[in-house]
């Protein structure tokens, strides 16, 4: 098969339509990582800073280890890089996310403090938004990667696995659009009593597989489950590492009310999460593990337990704050996205991920 040449990679960048980005300088959230190198990058990252520790992981890429503390990248010191010219690729893209399925689909990585999130709202409405603004470095560094990594390559590989996981669960194509276009007009809820099943993110693994969000006025923050089964908010040292317990919060026992601008914000946001690819293939890859239920059944549920666990921790953001986190407006639904958005990318998926 013909490579295709990286300028002439069709990516679907339709979600990026109607955002803006502009990275906070105080924040650094996306610097709680281990990021993947290139050799090429490794030589470039390793005349700044020879004694930067590397772990290989294939012959194409190694990572940057992070600090023996824990959690935060070598590079990262006071919320700078020390190495920003050099940065590999997925730093230089970020907060871009691109899945390759039977397309090449770009989203955002709605958990960055430096992406707008008001375009939220209108994700239930059909037709094209304006720009997106501030995303031309990031776009491009997508495209380089492309020169690496050829994308027939990687398509071929995840499109017979999704193809043959379609074929398994009978669906088709029109199934699908139609799913997603019921997603547009009627967004499902989690039944009251099923909030009882909600729970506290299980923790305890490395810091950067950790739910952690930024905060304006507390910086990072994890959320974990504590010994009482309840979210617990810790605050994270810069460099990586827990500093303190910051409270304990029941799960809500009701979801919290929402004020009409809130309610159009979270709709959309479950509009914008149901048409990446990313989600439509990880509930796919779940159902290829699990397979109990229609596909439309597993889909439409999914979506409501997202939406039922961004009100939990946007009222667990709220308390933190010390709201009552009992009525909810769009300030604070957009807290508890970005307080759930890079868990949801995180999920295995059937496609590869650039
Ligand atoms: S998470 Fe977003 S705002 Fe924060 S440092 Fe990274 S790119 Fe900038
Ligand atoms: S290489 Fe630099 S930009 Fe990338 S995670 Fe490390 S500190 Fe952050």
Redesign the pocket.
Known sequence: MARVPAEDVAIDLRLLEGFQFSCRPDCGL??Y?E?AATPSERTRLLQIEPELPFRPESREYSR?VSRPDGGA?S??SANR????PA??HP?RAFPVHVHIGERVQASLVLSCPGVELASLAGWTREGRKPGPKGLELELAAVREEFEDSPVELLQNDSTARLTRELRRRGIDRGGLENLRARTREALPSPEPERLADFEPPTSGGPLDEEPIFWDARLGLVLLSTSEEGLYEASGVREGGGIAASLGEFPPPEQLPRLTPPAEELLSGYLAYLGARDHFLWSVLAEGATSSSGSFAEEYLGTLAAVRGEVLARASVRARLLGETGERLGPEEVARGIRAMDNDLLDRPTLGSIL
């Open positions: 996306c610097c990582a990021p940057i990248c590079l990262l890089c020390r190495a920003h940065r590999p730093c």
